[in-house]
């Protein structure tokens, strides 16, 4: 990326609306309630031939430093920091409000290029806020509709304007073709996208391409805190608030020599007590977060133990073919860790029997206790998650395997399994060929299952083994026969 746009401004101006329209997809949850984003997000911008990164911010308000609204405040600042050049977003439609104006004033101390842009210049009503713009102090409004892609070409000129201005090459970092410099391989999903699809990406990846591990869980389990504790920054929001996390946030992170993005999640809750729009946004961008990763890290609050919601989340990585580690966070205040351990392993082998062997690492994203052992067991489970088995291999495994329990007869016939192959890993799914495969029983594919995790070391991640039918070889003999 050649710069960094950090876009700006009091509650519900827009400014997650821009910066979807900016990154090209829904990255950002948009709503009419004001304060919807509170976290800092980044993405990857385009605008014509520029290629830079965007950073979204919390609505600037006023509060007490360790209030809500003080924290968001900070994040918002720490954006303007990093930032090369600031875009400052007011409703033209709402006019200019005392918050604009104070905004304006901590922007014009700032020795950084500034873009005033009037948001939601749609229609004839927007006159009148234009005009008040021109006594904050920070040069042309320029009339906006981020919702209908209107007024960008006058974003363009300025932005290059500003940042020339301000000695910097808007063009840099580009190659001749003027195509954006990326490890990204063409054809993968991207975060955020709606409509990317899952495909087998086990060939051909990247050394340098990152781990996707996402954080997931019920409110309040210390998601937020445990990442910024693992990066060794105040990156998110945290509280003793339940639900701070709105977005799934991502951030790039180094482990020993491993690049990681890491996703924070909004807490997911029952189905059934999700009542309010902006919660069922959330919770969708957490789900749709938990399908974009690798490796899942389910956060359990130790004090609470497992719940039914826990499992829950976990059968929905299990569906989506995740690999799953398990932490028990606030580890340092249980009393009984025996009795927490015992009780939390016993449930995943009564109620979660699929995925045997998941790695549970105890930790305290608070104090950093045992946080060590967090990414070796992640690594661990992802290597798993990619593991390969030659065919011969599989196939004199198999073959002993139907030697000491065949599948059952049904209705009197027998079921000839003859071979079979892995077909894809991430998750590891394996392919047979049989006479009958609509009789091959459930309990039968279980079976299977849990001797291929057995046999091969697989525990912890999901295994997929279908049956298809082998053509009979006197099929071509019979039917010459007739003729």
């Known amino acids: 990326m050649t710069f ?14 821009l910066f979807n329209r900016l990154a090209g997809k829904k990255l950002a949850i948009v709503d ?39 924290r968001m405040r900070r994040q918002t600042e720490v954006g303007m920091e990093e930032a090369d050049i600031i875009l400052m977003l007011y409703d033209a439609r709402a006019g200019i409000t005392p918050l604009d104006e104070h905004f304006a004033a901590i922007l014009r101390k700032m020795k950084k290029p500034v873009i005033l842009a009037a948001n939601k210049c749609e229609g004839k009503f927007h006159v ?18 981020a919702e209908h892609g209107e007024g960008l070409a006058d974003l363009y000129q300025q932005m290059v304007e500003g940042l020339q201005g301000a000695g910097i090459d808007p063009y840099a970092g580009e190659d001749d073709g003027g195509e954006k410099l990326s490890n990204r391989r063409d054809g993968d999903p991207e975060e955020g996208d709606l409509d990317f699809e899952f495909e087998d990406t086990q060939e051909d990846i990247s050394d340098d391409r990152p781990l996707r591990l996402a954080i997931v869980g019920r409110p309040n389990a210390g998601k937020s805190t445990l990442i910024n504790y693992l990066i060794g920054d105040d990156r998110l929001i945290t509280g003793e608030e339940a639900g701070l996390t709105r977005d799934s946030i991502s951030v790039n992170w180094q482990w020993e020599d491993m690049p990681v993005k890491l996703f924070d999640t909004a807490g997911i809750r029952k189905k059934a007590r999700i009542t309010e729009k902006l919660e069922k946004l959330s919770v969708a961008d957490s789900l749709r977060a938990i399908q974009f990763a690798e490796v899942v890290v389910l956060l359990l609050d130790a004090e609470l133990g497992i719940e ?9 990585c299990a569906r989506e073919g995740r690999a799953l580690v398990i932490a028990l966070n606030k580890w340092d205040v249980v009393e009984d860790r ?46 798993t998650w990619n593991a390969r088995i030659k065919t011969a291999i ?17 209705s009197g016939r027998r079921i000839k399994v003859r071979y079979g192959a892995q077909i894809k890993t991430r998750p590891p799914t394996f392919l047979l060929f049989c006479n009958r495969p609509a009789d091959i029983p459930e309990s039968y594919k279980r079976y299977l299952e849990n001797e291929l995790r057995r046999d091969f070391e697989m525990p912890a991640v999901p295994i997929r083994v279908y049956f298809r039918k082998t053509d009979n070889p006197y099929d071509g003999r019979r039917k010459r026969r007739e003729k």
């Open 394 to 410: 599989f196939n004199e495994w198999l073959a002993d395997t139907m030697e000491q329990h065949p599948p059952p007869a049904v």
């Open 32 to 70: 009419d309630t004001p304060g919807v984003t509170r976290d800092r997000r980044e993405g990857e911008a385009t605008l014509s031939d520029l290629k830079f990164t965007i950073f979204d911010t919390a609505g600037f308000e006023e509060g007490d430093i360790e209030s809500l609204s003080g």
């Open 128 to 145: 009148d806020g234009i005009y008040e713009a021109y006594g904050l102090g920070l040069g042309d409004p320029i009339p906006l509709s």
């Open 4 to 17: 960094t746009l950090a876009i700006v401004g009091r509650p519900n101006v827009g400014k997650s609306t």
């Open 338 to 383: 025996l009795k927490a351990q015992r009780q939390l392993r016993d449930t995943l082998t009564r109620s979660f029997p699929q995925m045997k062997g998941i790695r549970i690492v105890n930790i305290s994203g608070l104090t950093g206790q045992g946080t060590q052992y967090l990414m070796p067991a992640v690594a661990e489970t992802y290597e």
């Open 308 to 316: 039914k919601q826990d499992l829950k989340i976990a059968e929905l």
